[in-house]
Nanobody
Framework: QVQLVESGGGLVQAGDSLRLSCTVS????????EAWFRQVPGEKREFLAL???????NYADSVKGRLVISRDNAENTLFLQFDSLRPEDTAVYYC????????????????WGQGTQVTVSS
């Protein structure tokens, strides 16, 4: 059973940078497509970034240019580097994984982490 555990969230100030991590167990990251999503209470979960099995990346237009998704195969960990944070980036951030990227693009990946809270103060 694949399990994902996020870390790195917290309280930051507007303009700061943050790196979120997602440790994967029960599977090898390079054998999955992985992604980051975020959700604000009462709103739909929002796709942010995807990294495919081949390593290609794709970003939501709303955040493109401010974040980078990457993974470390040796550490079996997914990362999200998020720069120039804004108060509207406040949300719970989730990592997700699926054997294929189609499910991620459809918002239905098989595996989810429990989420990590990011709060950006103005």
């Amino acid at each position: 059973q694949v399990q994902l555990v996020e870390s790195g969230g917290g309280l930051v100030q507007a303009g700061d940078s943050l790196r979120l991590s997602c440790t994967v167990s029960g599977g090898t990251v390079r054998n999955y497509a992985e992604a980051w999503f975020r959700q604000v209470p009462g709103e739909k979960r929002e796709f942010l970034a995807l990294i495919g099995r081949s390593g290609f990346t794709n970003y939501a237009d709303s955040v493109k240019g401010r974040l980078v998704i990457s993974r470390d195969n040796a550490e079996n960990t997914l990362f999200l580097q998020f720069d120039s944070l804004r108060p509207e980036d406040t949300a719970v951030y989730y990592c997700a994984a699926d054997p294929g990227d189609r499910a991620i693009r459809e918002g239905t990946p098989k595996y989810w982490g429990q989420g990590t809270q990011v709060t950006v103060s103005s």
